[in-house]
């Protein structure tokens, strides 16, 4: 017998009982569908997580941190745990950052400073906190900046925000919001006046030490908030400030009691400093140069390893959710063959007795159960298409009300539709193979006799 | 008869186990069938006539015995080998038609070139011809149901001839018919039997038809040849 033969007494057979046929196609269609978008899914999270950090930047940027113990988990700025502790005596002050922007392989490095305070617009108030960086950070491509500019030096008045403090102060059109002014009140202790003092006075708040200042800025520039969490700890501060002005407000020299434990001779120094890469195949080189210099590092460059290994895992769990629901249409082929052999009884013995050899008979049926699951495999892949589809509208429905841009939660690489259609005949011919076998050794004397 | 017969069978036995007690339907038979001869093969039901029919067939497997057929030896083929026996050198046609329902009269009778891998072409012209040649030239497009009795037995013979076969084996072809359209059919196949040489052997017991047309007569009662067979 002909392949083509085979395929056309497979079709025919199909043809002749389209309702089962259809119902057991339907089955396979809906597990392939399930795990279509599943994976999809788990494949859409991967390139958007991966994308964002690459935007960036955050692989090519090293955290550098002082020596000494580390902060506990629970510290509410609390900065990474460093892969190598520095020396207990290592302080991070301007001449440490200075050193470390010296290095070879460093195209900027920064302290992180960021301090409290009180941030108005309007008749709006938020506790923020307020970070200092550079223009230079604020200008590379990490920060998106969708609406007006960065600042352009580190003495530039003026600040840039993202969006979601925005709508938080009451501002939902961003570009609107370029040129307001934007209110930042801080906290100081006035030491002389502290020395004169008792503990009860201060609490009563008689000729409190404590003061208020209030300085304005104009809203220079409005960063986009990526999904994700993309921007990669820059904007998670909301508002950014040059060091030029954010060294004229009065402020604690400290944004945490913890802070006051890395005091070495006096002096605080910085709680962390950010070292930009000029590119990533610099990791390793620059790290060592760092903990020579005492310091201990991080770097998400060395998380990348588990963030693939988790993903892979997720992969893998969706993938199972998926599965079963494929062993169930694998399960509806077996029990639709075998109705099929039984149905056909007499016309298997028919064929046998023409001349169809057990080889000819198994072609027929396995044929039969692969065209199922071509089916329901390509019919799975445009329902698993069309249902993340779907979802993804109506996240982007919810999140749009948000601010949130839209984002793609599922990703379609060709390969996971070949491999799906693949995978559904797979399952199919395999589900196939006892009813093929048993449709072959049908005795045909019996099956002749057969009512 | 001086040439070597066209079928030779020889302490043939067909042992069914029903229910763990062995039942013999044939227990010994001798049988030699010569080339272009009518052989109707004769008996009440449960002689083993069928079971006889079914082993020439190559459908079924004797328990003992041998049956060479055309010099090879047909009884201890294995399963691929009696596949291919069945569609080249025996044509069956059953009391029942057996055809499938689903399917045209042609496509019925293209069935066996199907399974000798027969170019669809090829396969239609000579099913059409086929049909022609039983007299149903203008049906090749009707499906078993809408088929006479009588039709769908000649659709039958047509699919059992299609493939050159050199013996017509036909298991009770008449059960099923009026006596006049048995008279056809079985006229049919005298007919091919006279001008084309065909050897057939015909289980039947209609006695008239079987006197009428059959050139010998082979008797069976309980699995063994009492009438007209070859003793050894």
Same mark, same amino acid.
């Given at each position: 017998?002909?392949?083509?033969?085979?395929?056309?007494?497979?079709?025919?057979?199909?043809?002749?009982?389209?309702?089962?046929?259809?119902?057991?196609?339907?089955?396979?269609?809906?597990?392939?569908?399930?795990?279509?978008?599943?994976?999809?899914?788990?494949?859409?999270?991967?390139?958007?997580?991966?994308?964002?950090?690459?935007?960036?930047?955050?692989?090519?940027?090293?955290?550098?941190?002082?020596?000494?113990?580390?902060?506990? /988990?629970?510290?509410?700025?609390?900065?990474?745990?460093?892969?190598?502790?520095?020396?207990?005596?290592?302080?991070?002050?301007?001449?440490?950052?200075?050193?470390?922007?010296?290095?070879?392989?460093?195209?900027?490095?920064?302290?992180?400073?960021?301090?409290?305070?009180l941030v108005g617009l309007g008749d709006r108030r938020e506790?923020?906190?307020?970070?200092?960086?550079?223009?230079?950070?604020?200008?590379?491509?990490?920060?998106?900046?969708?609406?007006?500019?960065?600042? /352009?030096?580190?003495?530039?008045? /003026?600040?840039?925000?993202?969006?979601?403090?925005?709508?938080?102060l009451?501002?939902?059109?961003?570009?609107?919001?370029?040129?307001?002014t934007i209110r930042i009140t801080?906290?100081?202790?006035?030491?002389?006046?502290?020395?004169?003092?008792?503990?009860?006075?201060?609490?009563?708040?008689? $000729? $409190?030490?404590?003061?208020?200042?209030t300085?304005e800025?104009?809203?220079?520039?409005?960063?986009?908030?990526?999904?994700?969490?993309?921007?990669?700890?820059?904007?998670?501060?909301?508002?950014?400030?040059?060091?030029?002005?954010?060294?004229?407000?009065?402020?604690?020299?400290?944004?945490?009691?913890?802070?006051?434990?890395?005091?070495?001779?006096?002096?605080?120094?910085?709680?962390?400093?950010?070292?930009?890469?000029?590119?990533?195949?610099?990791?390793?080189?620059?790290?060592?140069?760092?903990?020579?210099?005492? #310091?201990?590092?991080?770097?998400?460059?060395?998380?990348?390893?588990?963030?693939?290994?988790?993903?892979?895992?997720?992969?893998?769990?969706?993938?199972?959710?998926?599965?079963?629901?494929?062993?169930?249409?694998?399960?509806?082929?077996?029990?639709?063959?075998?109705?099929?052999?039984?149905?056909?009884?007499?016309?298997?013995?028919?064929?046998?007795?023409?001349?169809?050899?057990?080889?000819?008979?198994?072609?027929?049926?396995?044929?039969?159960?692969?065209?199922?699951?071509?089916? /329901?495999?390509?019919?799975?892949?445009?329902?698993?298409?069309?249902?993340?589809?779907?979802?993804?509208?109506?996240?982007?429905?919810?999140? $749009?009300?948000?601010?949130?841009?839209?984002?793609?939660?599922?990703?379609?690489?060709?390969?996971? #539709?070949?491999?799906?259609?693949?995978?559904?005949?797979?399952?199919?011919?395999?589900?196939?193979?006892?009813?093929?076998?048993?449709?072959?050794?049908?005795?045909?004397?019996?099956?002749?006799?057969?009512? | 008869?001086?040439?070597?017969?066209?079928?030779?069978?020889?302490?043939?036995?067909?042992?069914?186990?029903?229910?763990?007690?062995?039942?013999?339907?044939?227990?010994?038979?001798?049988?030699?069938?010569?080339?272009?001869?009518?052989?109707?093969?004769?008996?009440?039901?449960?002689?083993?006539?069928?079971?006889? +029919?079914? +082993?020439?067939?190559?459908?079924?497997?004797?328990?003992?015995?041998?049956?060479?057929?055309?010099?090879?030896?047909?009884?201890?083929?294995?399963?691929?080998?009696?596949?291919?026996?069945?569609?080249?050198?025996? %044509?069956?046609?059953?009391?029942?038609?057996?055809?499938?329902?689903?399917?045209?009269?042609?496509?019925?009778?293209?069935?066996?070139?199907?399974?000798?891998?027969?170019?669809?072409?090829?396969?239609?012209?000579?099913?059409?011809?086929?049909?022609?040649?039983? %007299?149903?030239?203008?049906?090749?497009?009707?499906?078993?149901?809408?088929?006479?009795?009588?039709?769908?037995?000649?659709?039958?013979?047509?699919?059992?001839?299609?493939?050159?076969?050199?013996?017509?084996?036909?298991?009770?072809?008449? %059960?099923?018919?009026?006596?006049?359209?048995?008279?056809?059919?079985?006229?049919?196949?005298?007919?091919?039997?006279?001008?084309?040489?065909?050897?057939?052997?015909?289980?039947?017991?209609?006695?008239?038809?079987?006197?009428?047309?059959?050139?010998?007569?082979?008797?069976?009662?309980?699995?063994?040849?009492?009438?007209?067979?070859?003793?050894?």
């Amino acid at each position: 017998m002909r392949p083509a033969d085979a395929v056309d007494f497979a079709l025919a057979s199909l043809r002749q009982r389209r309702l089962r046929t259809f119902l057991t196609a339907s089955g396979v269609m809906i597990g392939i569908g399930a795990l279509v978008s599943m994976i999809s899914f788990g494949k859409g999270l991967q390139k958007n997580v991966t994308r964002a950090f690459e935007a960036s930047d955050l692989f090519t940027t090293v955290t550098v941190l002082p020596g000494g113990a580390e902060k506990p /988990g629970g510290d509410p700025d609390g900065k990474p745990r460093a892969k190598a502790p520095g020396r207990a005596d290592a302080l991070l002050d301007d001449a440490a950052v200075a050193a470390l922007a010296r290095l070879p392989g460093v195209a900027m490095a920064y302290p992180d400073v960021s301090f409290p305070a009180l941030v108005g617009l309007g008749d709006r108030r938020e506790f923020r906190l307020v970070q200092v960086v550079p223009a230079a950070a604020v200008n590379s491509s990490a920060l998106r900046i969708r609406w007006g500019r960065a600042y /352009g030096s580190d003495d530039e008045n /003026g600040v840039v925000v993202n969006r979601t403090v925005l709508r938080q102060l009451g501002e939902t059109e961003p570009a609107a919001a370029v040129g307001r002014t934007i209110r930042i009140t801080t906290v100081s202790i006035d030491l002389a006046r502290l020395a004169t003092l008792n503990l009860a006075s201060i609490f009563s708040g008689a $000729s $409190s030490p404590v003061s208020q200042e209030t300085a304005e800025f104009p809203i220079v520039g409005v960063t986009e908030v990526m999904a994700f969490g993309g921007e990669g700890g820059l904007a998670e501060s909301a508002v950014m400030i040059p060091p030029g002005p954010a060294g004229r407000i009065k402020r604690l020299p400290f944004s945490s009691v913890w802070d006051l434990f890395r005091i070495r001779d006096g002096r605080i120094g910085y709680s962390a400093a950010t070292v930009r890469l000029a590119s990533l195949r610099d990791l390793d080189r620059v790290r060592s140069k760092v903990q020579d210099l005492g #310091f201990g590092t991080f770097a998400l460059a060395d998380q990348l390893e588990e963030v693939t290994r988790a993903f892979r895992f997720m992969d893998m769990a969706l993938a199972a959710v998926g599965m079963i629901a494929i062993v169930v249409a694998a399960l509806g082929i077996v029990n639709t063959m075998i109705m099929s052999i039984l149905e056909r009884y007499r016309e298997i013995g028919v064929m046998k007795a023409v001349g169809a050899s057990d080889g000819d008979i198994k072609r027929i049926f396995f044929f039969e159960s692969g065209a199922i699951g071509l089916a /329901g495999g390509a019919a799975g892949c445009v329902l698993g298409w069309a249902t993340s589809l779907l979802i993804n509208r109506l996240i982007d429905l919810y999140l $749009s009300r948000q601010g949130m841009p839209h984002v793609a939660y599922f990703s379609f690489p060709a390969w996971i #539709f070949l491999g799906a259609v693949a995978f559904a005949v797979l399952v199919s011919l395999a589900s196939g193979i006892y009813p093929a076998r048993r449709a072959a050794r049908v005795d045909p004397v019996v099956a002749l006799r057969h009512d | 008869m001086t040439d070597a017969p066209l079928v030779r069978v020889r302490a043939l036995a067909r042992t069914y186990v029903i229910g763990g007690v062995p039942v013999a339907a044939l227990a010994g038979v001798d049988l030699d069938v010569a080339a272009g001869s009518f052989t109707a093969v004769t008996g009440a039901s449960g002689s083993g006539k069928s079971t006889l +029919l079914n +082993l020439l067939g190559g459908l079924d497997t004797p328990s003992a015995g041998t049956i060479e057929v055309d010099g090879a030896l047909v009884s201890g083929l294995d399963r691929e080998a009696l596949a291919r026996y069945r569609r080249s050198v025996v %044509g069956m046609i059953f009391q029942s038609f057996n055809l499938v329902p689903s399917r045209t009269a042609l496509e019925n009778v293209e069935l066996p070139l199907v399974f000798a891998g027969v170019d669809k072409k090829e396969r239609k012209r000579r099913a059409a011809e086929f049909l022609d040649r039983v %007299g149903l030239g203008g049906r090749t497009g009707h499906r078993p149901a809408e088929l006479s009795g009588g039709e769908q037995q000649r659709v039958a013979v047509a699919r059992a001839l299609i493939n050159g076969p050199r013996i017509l084996l036909a298991d009770e072809p008449t %059960g099923n018919l009026d006596s006049r359209t048995a008279r056809e059919i079985v006229g049919l196949l005298d007919g091919l039997n006279r001008e084309r040489r065909l050897t057939v052997v015909m289980v039947s017991h209609e006695e008239s038809l079987v006197r009428e047309f059959a050139r010998r007569i082979v008797r069976l009662r309980d699995g063994r040849i009492v009438d007209g067979g070859d003793a050894a």
